[in-house]
């Protein structure tokens, strides 16, 4: 059990569009869902953690505007790269909790590239 | 100084071998200590998590906390190519587990 998924895992873009990402939690309920990043032999960084039906906690250094993050049911959240530029493309990465689970469940990633 | 610091690797052994992998970390208020363990293409799992200092076993892998030396330790014994994998170590300040923070990965490759 505790399933995530990421849609799309890759995408490529060009610079000054904007790239929706979503992460499901296939098996159950998470109220708490959170984005990570990670670039090229760097640790995973969390960008933002966000419960369900609640405005999203951003990260020091990380910008609310530039990464809208919609968290509007139990079993999606939404992060989207408004305006991205070739410095944004990474690795991102969702985790989700539910109410009956302290651990956080990974999806696979999805691997922005802006060109 | 970054909070945790993690070998990238690779780590390349043979199969039967005992692995250790490492952590060190500089934030002396950590109390919770995590493995992940990361196949290419797929998310991190969690293998397993300690509190404070001590050991724990799970079947072939033992998670060590020194919490004095601010070291954390996996090691795998009778190592498989199946475990060939990327390995994070991570840590929270509470059993919380909202903040995560995470080394860079070790790379390990088991070879036949």
């Known amino acids: 059990g505790a399933v995530v998924s990421q849609h799309p895992s890759w995408v490529i873009c060009k610079s000054g569009t904007s790239v929706k990402i979503e992460c499901r939690s296939l098996?159950?309920?998470?109220?708490?869902m959170f984005w990570y990043r990670q670039f090229p032999k760097q640790s995973l960084m969390l960008m933002a953690t966000?419960?369900?039906?609640?405005?999203?906690?951003?990260e020091q250094g990380v910008e609310k505007d530039k990464f809208l993050i919609n968290h509007a049911s139990l079993t999606l959240s939404t992060l989207t790269v408004t305006s991205a530029h070739p410095e944004d493309s990474s690795f991102y990465i969702c985790?989700?909790?539910?109410?009956?689970?302290?651990?956080?469940?990974f999806g696979p990633g999805t691997r922005l590239t802006v060109l | 100084q970054k909070e945790v610091e993690q070998d990238p690797g690779p780590l390349s052994v043979p199969e039967g071998a005992i692995v250790s992998l490492n952590c060190t970390y500089s934030n002396s208020a950590f109390q919770y200590f995590m493995w992940y363990r990361q196949y290419s293409r797929k998310g991190p799992e969690l293998l397993m998590y300690?509190?404070?200092?001590g050991n724990k076993e799970d079947g072939r892998f033992t998670a060590q906390v020194d919490k004095s030396s601010k070291y954390i330790s996996l090691f795998i014994r009778d190592s498989q190519p199946s475990d060939s994998a990327t390995y994070l170590c991570a840590m929270s300040l509470s059993y919380n587990t909202d903040k995560l923070i995470f080394g860079t990965g070790t790379r390990l490759q088991v070879f036949p």
């Open positions: 098996d159950f309920q998470a109220t708490t």
């Open positions: 966000s419960n369900e039906g609640s405005k999203a906690t951003y």
């Open positions: 300690t509190y404070s200092s």
């Open positions: 985790s989700a909790r539910g109410t009956r689970h302290n651990e956080q469940f």
